[in-house]
Protein backbone atom coordinates (compact mmCIF):
# COMPACT_ATOMS: atom_id res chain seq x y z
CA UNK A 1 0.00 0.00 0.00
CA UNK A 2 2.84 2.24 0.45
CA UNK A 3 3.19 3.48 -2.64
CA UNK A 4 -0.30 4.60 -2.89
CA UNK A 5 0.18 6.80 0.09
CA UNK A 6 3.14 8.26 -1.53
CA UNK A 7 1.30 9.48 -4.73
CA UNK A 8 -0.44 11.92 -2.05
CA UNK A 9 2.94 13.29 -0.89
CA UNK A 10 3.27 16.96 -2.51
CA UNK A 11 5.94 16.94 -4.91
CA UNK A 12 7.71 20.03 -3.70
CA UNK A 13 8.01 22.59 -1.43
CA UNK A 14 7.14 26.05 -1.34
CA UNK A 15 8.46 28.87 1.23
CA UNK A 16 7.56 32.19 1.07
CA UNK A 17 10.21 35.55 2.86
CA UNK A 18 9.20 38.77 3.09
CA UNK A 19 12.11 41.04 1.70
CA UNK A 20 11.88 42.80 5.31
CA UNK A 21 10.68 39.65 7.28
CA UNK A 22 13.65 40.32 9.89
CA UNK A 23 12.65 43.88 10.96
CA UNK A 24 9.06 43.83 10.18
CA UNK A 25 6.77 43.40 13.06
CA UNK A 26 5.03 40.01 13.90
CA UNK A 27 1.68 40.01 15.61
CA UNK A 28 -0.42 37.22 16.51
CA UNK A 29 -2.78 35.93 14.34
CA UNK A 30 -5.85 32.95 15.03
CA UNK A 31 -6.24 30.10 12.19
CA UNK A 32 -9.42 28.86 12.08
CA UNK A 33 -8.50 25.12 13.28
CA UNK A 34 -7.75 27.60 16.74
CA UNK A 35 -4.26 28.01 16.53
CA UNK A 36 -2.22 31.31 16.79
CA UNK A 37 0.69 31.73 14.46
CA UNK A 38 2.94 35.21 14.06
CA UNK A 39 2.35 36.95 11.27
CA UNK A 40 3.73 40.11 9.30
CA UNK A 41 1.64 43.13 10.02
CA UNK A 42 1.30 45.74 7.17
CA UNK A 43 -0.78 48.75 6.46
CA UNK A 44 -2.14 50.55 3.45
CA UNK A 45 0.05 51.83 1.23
CA UNK A 46 3.25 49.89 2.07
CA UNK A 47 5.01 47.62 -0.27
CA UNK A 48 4.87 43.93 0.15
CA UNK A 49 8.21 42.47 -1.26
CA UNK A 50 9.74 39.06 -0.91
CA UNK A 51 10.63 35.85 -2.03
CA UNK A 52 9.62 32.56 -2.97
CA UNK A 53 10.86 29.36 -3.58
CA UNK A 54 9.84 26.20 -4.97
CA UNK A 55 11.79 23.08 -4.16
CA UNK A 56 11.35 20.07 -5.68
CA UNK A 57 11.17 16.80 -3.51
CA UNK A 58 14.61 14.94 -4.05
CA UNK A 59 14.51 12.74 -7.23
CA UNK A 60 11.30 14.19 -8.79
CA UNK A 61 10.66 16.77 -11.28
CA UNK A 62 7.78 19.48 -11.37
CA UNK A 63 5.63 20.41 -14.76
CA UNK A 64 4.03 23.37 -14.50
CA UNK A 65 2.19 25.41 -16.66
CA UNK A 66 2.66 28.62 -14.86
CA UNK A 67 3.41 30.11 -11.39
CA UNK A 68 1.49 33.00 -10.17
CA UNK A 69 1.35 34.56 -6.81
CA UNK A 70 -1.80 36.45 -5.93
CA UNK A 71 -2.67 39.76 -2.70
CA UNK A 72 -5.83 38.79 -2.05
CA UNK A 73 -8.22 40.65 0.71
CA UNK A 74 -11.39 39.00 1.42
CA UNK A 75 -14.28 38.65 3.25
CA UNK A 76 -16.00 35.45 4.88
CA UNK A 77 -19.35 35.85 6.39
CA UNK A 78 -19.42 32.43 8.64
CA UNK A 79 -23.32 31.40 7.63
CA UNK A 80 -21.85 31.25 4.37
CA UNK A 81 -18.41 29.73 5.08
CA UNK A 82 -15.97 28.84 2.27
CA UNK A 83 -17.13 31.14 0.23
CA UNK A 84 -14.45 34.39 0.03
CA UNK A 85 -15.94 38.04 -0.94
CA UNK A 86 -12.55 39.56 -2.71
CA UNK A 87 -12.35 43.58 -2.45
CA UNK A 88 -8.71 43.11 -3.36
CA UNK A 89 -7.02 41.32 -5.86
CA UNK A 90 -3.73 41.81 -7.54
CA UNK A 91 -1.76 39.48 -9.30
CA UNK A 92 1.97 39.15 -10.62
CA UNK A 93 2.82 36.27 -12.69
CA UNK A 94 6.37 34.30 -11.56
CA UNK A 95 7.19 31.73 -14.23
CA UNK A 96 5.94 30.64 -17.59
CA UNK A 97 5.18 26.80 -18.28
CA UNK A 98 7.76 24.24 -17.98
CA UNK A 99 9.75 22.15 -15.64
CA UNK A 100 11.48 22.64 -11.98
CA UNK A 101 14.02 20.11 -11.33
CA UNK A 102 16.10 21.65 -8.42
CA UNK A 103 15.42 24.65 -5.93
CA UNK A 104 14.49 28.25 -7.55
CA UNK A 105 13.68 31.23 -6.78
CA UNK A 106 11.14 34.16 -7.55
CA UNK A 107 11.25 37.28 -6.29
CA UNK A 108 7.86 39.82 -6.44
CA UNK A 109 6.62 42.87 -5.51
CA UNK A 110 3.09 44.28 -5.12
CA UNK A 111 3.93 48.54 -4.62
CA UNK A 112 2.06 50.87 -2.43
CA UNK A 113 -0.94 48.60 -1.92
CA UNK A 114 -4.45 49.83 -0.98
CA UNK A 115 -5.27 47.87 1.91
CA UNK A 116 -8.55 50.33 3.38
CA UNK A 117 -10.10 47.56 5.65
CA UNK A 118 -8.10 46.18 9.13
CA UNK A 119 -7.61 42.22 9.46
CA UNK A 120 -10.89 41.23 11.83
CA UNK A 121 -12.08 38.27 13.06
CA UNK A 122 -15.48 38.36 14.43
CA UNK A 123 -18.24 35.98 15.74
CA UNK A 124 -20.07 35.93 12.50
CA UNK A 125 -17.69 37.50 9.65
CA UNK A 126 -13.71 37.87 9.02
CA UNK A 127 -11.83 39.84 7.11
CA UNK A 128 -8.15 38.74 6.08
CA UNK A 129 -5.32 39.26 3.74
CA UNK A 130 -3.21 36.05 2.12
CA UNK A 131 -0.88 36.10 -0.32
CA UNK A 132 -1.83 32.43 -2.64
CA UNK A 133 0.87 30.82 -4.43
CA UNK A 134 -0.54 28.56 -7.62
CA UNK A 135 1.62 26.63 -9.23
CA UNK A 136 -0.96 25.53 -12.29
CA UNK A 137 -0.92 21.66 -13.11
CA UNK A 138 -2.98 20.11 -15.63
CA UNK A 139 -4.01 16.58 -14.89
CA UNK A 140 -2.14 16.90 -11.79
CA UNK A 141 -4.39 19.08 -9.79
CA UNK A 142 -2.66 22.74 -8.90
CA UNK A 143 -0.59 23.04 -6.30
CA UNK A 144 -1.42 25.91 -3.62
CA UNK A 145 0.42 27.50 -0.52
CA UNK A 146 -1.08 30.54 1.54
CA UNK A 147 0.81 33.11 3.72
CA UNK A 148 -1.60 35.24 6.14
CA UNK A 149 -0.32 38.58 6.54
CA UNK A 150 -2.12 41.25 9.00
CA UNK A 151 -3.39 44.80 8.40
CA UNK A 152 -3.44 47.58 10.71
CA UNK A 153 -4.48 51.37 9.43
CA UNK A 154 -3.97 54.15 12.25
CA UNK A 155 -5.87 57.46 12.38
CA UNK A 156 -4.68 60.59 13.96
CA UNK A 157 -5.98 62.09 17.29
CA UNK A 158 -9.73 64.01 16.34
CA UNK A 159 -9.96 67.38 15.90
CA UNK A 160 -13.14 67.94 17.83
CA UNK A 161 -13.55 65.34 20.82
CA UNK A 162 -16.68 66.29 22.75
CA UNK A 163 -17.38 64.75 26.04
CA UNK A 164 -20.75 62.94 26.94
CA UNK A 165 -22.71 64.43 29.17
CA UNK A 166 -26.58 62.49 29.39
CA UNK A 167 -29.37 62.50 32.04
CA UNK A 168 -31.60 59.15 32.70
CA UNK A 169 -34.34 59.02 35.68
CA UNK A 170 -37.35 56.49 36.36
CA UNK A 171 -39.71 59.36 37.21
CA UNK A 172 -40.18 60.19 40.89
CA UNK A 173 -38.06 57.06 42.00
CA UNK A 174 -34.50 57.77 40.00
CA UNK A 175 -32.42 60.20 38.75
CA UNK A 176 -28.97 60.39 37.81
CA UNK A 177 -26.79 62.88 35.48
CA UNK A 178 -23.27 60.58 33.97
CA UNK A 179 -20.54 62.52 32.16
CA UNK A 180 -18.08 60.67 30.32
CA UNK A 181 -14.43 62.80 29.31
CA UNK A 182 -14.76 62.33 25.27
CA UNK A 183 -16.52 60.31 23.16
CA UNK A 184 -13.60 58.84 21.50
CA UNK A 185 -11.30 56.96 22.38
CA UNK A 186 -8.04 55.22 21.04
CA UNK A 187 -7.48 51.16 21.74
CA UNK A 188 -5.21 51.88 24.99
CA UNK A 189 -6.90 55.21 26.59
CA UNK A 190 -8.44 55.48 29.61
CA UNK A 191 -12.36 56.47 30.38
CA UNK A 192 -12.47 59.08 32.73
CA UNK A 193 -16.13 60.43 33.70
CA UNK A 194 -18.24 60.99 36.68
CA UNK A 195 -21.92 59.37 37.73
CA UNK A 196 -24.29 62.11 39.54
CA UNK A 197 -26.90 61.11 42.15
CA UNK A 198 -29.86 63.55 42.27
CA UNK A 199 -32.87 61.59 43.24
CA UNK A 200 -32.49 58.50 44.91
CA UNK A 201 -35.75 56.48 46.07
CA UNK A 202 -35.29 53.56 44.93
CA UNK A 203 -32.74 50.79 47.11
CA UNK A 204 -30.11 50.62 44.89
CA UNK A 205 -28.02 47.25 45.18
CA UNK A 206 -24.98 48.02 42.96
CA UNK A 207 -24.35 49.76 39.61
CA UNK A 208 -21.73 48.38 37.10
CA UNK A 209 -20.07 49.94 33.64
CA UNK A 210 -19.50 47.58 30.58
CA UNK A 211 -18.14 47.78 27.45
CA UNK A 212 -20.03 46.17 24.63
CA UNK A 213 -19.02 45.51 20.60
CA UNK A 214 -21.83 44.85 18.40
CA UNK A 215 -21.10 43.38 15.48
CA UNK A 216 -23.89 43.29 12.45
CA UNK A 217 -23.39 41.62 9.14
CA UNK A 218 -25.51 41.19 6.06
CA UNK A 219 -27.98 43.29 5.25
CA UNK A 220 -31.84 44.07 5.27
CA UNK A 221 -33.71 41.20 6.19
CA UNK A 222 -30.73 39.00 6.43
CA UNK A 223 -28.78 41.56 9.28
CA UNK A 224 -27.58 38.90 11.89
CA UNK A 225 -26.67 41.44 15.16
CA UNK A 226 -23.90 39.83 17.96
CA UNK A 227 -23.22 41.42 20.77
CA UNK A 228 -20.76 40.87 22.92
CA UNK A 229 -19.58 41.97 26.95
CA UNK A 230 -15.90 42.85 26.98
CA UNK A 231 -15.38 44.01 30.27
CA UNK A 232 -17.46 44.40 33.56
CA UNK A 233 -16.57 47.50 35.68
CA UNK A 234 -17.89 47.82 39.58
CA UNK A 235 -18.53 51.25 39.85
CA UNK A 236 -20.27 50.98 43.08
CA UNK A 237 -21.55 48.47 46.04
CA UNK A 238 -23.98 49.60 48.36
CA UNK A 239 -26.74 52.29 48.30
CA UNK A 240 -25.84 55.80 46.92
CA UNK A 241 -27.64 58.91 48.86
CA UNK A 242 -28.91 61.81 46.64
CA UNK A 243 -26.03 64.27 45.82
CA UNK A 244 -23.33 61.69 46.12
CA UNK A 245 -21.11 61.66 43.17
CA UNK A 246 -19.08 58.01 41.67
CA UNK A 247 -15.85 58.84 39.76
CA UNK A 248 -15.35 56.38 36.87
CA UNK A 249 -11.69 55.48 35.90
CA UNK A 250 -11.63 52.73 33.09
CA UNK A 251 -8.16 51.60 31.17
CA UNK A 252 -9.22 49.83 28.06
CA UNK A 253 -5.62 48.58 27.18
CA UNK A 254 -6.22 44.83 28.89
CA UNK A 255 -9.25 44.84 26.54
CA UNK A 256 -9.01 43.07 22.94
CA UNK A 257 -10.83 45.88 21.27
CA UNK A 258 -10.65 47.27 17.56
CA UNK A 259 -11.29 50.41 15.97
CA UNK A 260 -14.87 50.88 15.42
CA UNK A 261 -15.50 50.02 11.46
CA UNK A 262 -18.74 51.24 9.72
CA UNK A 263 -20.24 49.39 6.99
CA UNK A 264 -17.19 47.58 5.94
CA UNK A 265 -17.77 46.61 2.22
CA UNK A 266 -21.77 46.58 2.96
CA UNK A 267 -21.05 43.71 4.85
CA UNK A 268 -20.53 44.16 8.44
CA UNK A 269 -19.98 47.14 11.16
CA UNK A 270 -18.06 46.90 14.83
CA UNK A 271 -19.79 49.62 17.23
CA UNK A 272 -18.68 50.12 20.93
CA UNK A 273 -21.15 50.90 23.54
CA UNK A 274 -20.78 51.93 27.25
CA UNK A 275 -23.58 50.34 28.94
CA UNK A 276 -24.28 51.80 32.53
CA UNK A 277 -26.48 48.74 34.85
CA UNK A 278 -28.29 49.89 38.01
CA UNK A 279 -29.73 46.87 39.73
CA UNK A 280 -31.95 47.68 43.11
CA UNK A 281 -32.80 45.44 45.74
CA UNK A 282 -35.35 43.56 44.16
CA UNK A 283 -32.61 42.41 41.68
CA UNK A 284 -34.65 44.68 38.62
CA UNK A 285 -32.24 46.12 36.21
CA UNK A 286 -32.09 49.33 35.05
CA UNK A 287 -29.57 50.28 31.62
CA UNK A 288 -28.47 53.13 29.92
CA UNK A 289 -26.36 52.78 26.92
CA UNK A 290 -24.07 55.10 24.71
CA UNK A 291 -22.05 54.37 22.02
CA UNK A 292 -18.55 55.56 21.72
CA UNK A 293 -16.00 55.88 18.77
CA UNK A 294 -12.88 53.75 18.57
CA UNK A 295 -9.87 54.69 16.93
CA UNK A 296 -6.18 52.90 16.41
CA UNK A 297 -3.79 55.40 17.51
CA UNK A 298 0.17 54.97 15.87
CA UNK A 299 2.39 53.05 18.04
CA UNK A 300 5.57 54.96 19.21
CA UNK A 301 7.78 52.85 19.73
Excluded: W
Excluded at 90 to 96: F, H, I, K, S, T
Excluded at 275 to 288: A, G, I, Q, T
Amino acid sequence: MNYIIGAFKPTCNISITFGDGKSRKQVPLKKENGQTVMVPLFQSQENIAGKISVEPVSGKKVEHNGIKVELLGQIEMYFDRGNFYDFTSLVRELDVPGEIYERKTYPFEFSTVEMPYETYNGVNVRLRYILKITISRGYAGSIVEYQDFVVRNYSPPPSINNSIKMEVGIEDCLHIEFEYNRSKYHLKDVIIGKIYFLLVRIKVKNMDLEIRRRESTGSGANTHVETETLAKFELMDGAPVRGESIPVRLFLSPYELTPTYRNINNKFSVKYYLNLVLVDEEDRRYFKQQEITMFRLAETS
